[in-house]
T-cell receptor, first 112, second 111 residues
Framework: EAGVVQSPRYKIIEKKQPVAFWCNPI?????LYWYRQNLGQGPELLIR????????DSQLPKDRFSAERLKGVDSTLKIQPAELGDSAVYLC??????????FGPGTRLLVL | QKEVEQDPGPLSVPEGAIVSLNCTYS??????FMWYRQYSRKGPELLMY????GNKEDGRFTAQVDKSSKYISLFIRDSQPSDSATYLC???????????FGEGTQLTVNP
């Protein structure tokens, strides 16, 4: 089966610009996660969706970050406006029925 | 203090060596323990998944969990150059909930 798909793979923007990342989870996986991984660190959860409901967004910086998961399948994570400190890899993961999480390749963001 | 501590390395070993990777944690609520492998510019790939204390073996990989000591380990036998990657420990309190990761150990296996 196909894995988690993310796009774009790389994005370079100037600070204060908006940016969006897209994730298509593994077919049939009802839970979707967005993690952020800073250089030399482990991933940290930003938001978790159960179907289309955000059930854990306590670590999402809501002043500039937003996410949506329409129809409980694909998801989009947006940053507006981006700051220098947002440079990181944004990882999407999915799981079916609370089982193990499978990660996509990530979107590598560089904010100049 | 971080909830999960992991020595970042780097760790360099010759081909065929036994590798030991470790993590300690402070949150006694953690019940599910995982090891992920991450190659450069790739997403983490699940290697081992363990519930509660005990050992689990899969080919050349063995995962151990000691909840009384809040200590988990991953052993790699007969290490290969293809094992060169960053190894991340991860854990969660309930199945499917947020994973808390260590910072990863960078491993290089030299031919």
């Amino acid at each position: 089966e196909a894995g988690v798909v993310q796009s774009p793979r790389y994005k370079i923007i100037e600070k204060k610009q908006p940016v969006a990342f897209w994730c298509n989870p593994i077919s049939g996986h009802n839970t979707l996660y967005w993690y952020r991984q800073n250089l030399g660190q482990g991933p940290e959860l930003l938001i978790r969706y159960e179907n289309e409901e955000a059930v854990d967004d306590s670590q999402l910086p809501k002043d500039r970050f937003s996410a949506e998961r329409l129809k409980g399948v694909d998801s989009t994570l947006k940053i507006q406006p981006a700051e220098l400190g947002d440079s990181a890899v944004y990882l999407c993961a999915s799981t079916r029925d609370q089982e193990t999480q499978y990660f996509g390749p990530g979107t590598r963001l560089l904010v100049l | 203090q971080k909830e999960v501590e992991q020595d970042p390395g780097p760790l360099s070993v010759p081909e065929g060596a036994i590798v030991s990777l470790n993590c300690t944690y402070s949150n006694s609520a953690f019940q599910y323990f995982m090891w992920y492998r991450q190659y450069s510019r790739k997403g983490p790939e699940l290697l081992m998944y363990t519930y509660s204390s005990g050992n689990k073996e899969d080919g050349r990989f063995t995962a151990q969990v000691d909840k009384s000591s809040k200590y988990i380990s991953l052993f790699i036998r007969d290490s290969q150059p293809s094992d060169s990657a960053t190894y991340l420990c991860a854990m969660s309190a309930t199945s499917g909930s947020r994973l808390t990761f260590g910072e990863g150990t960078q491993l290089t296996v030299n031919p």
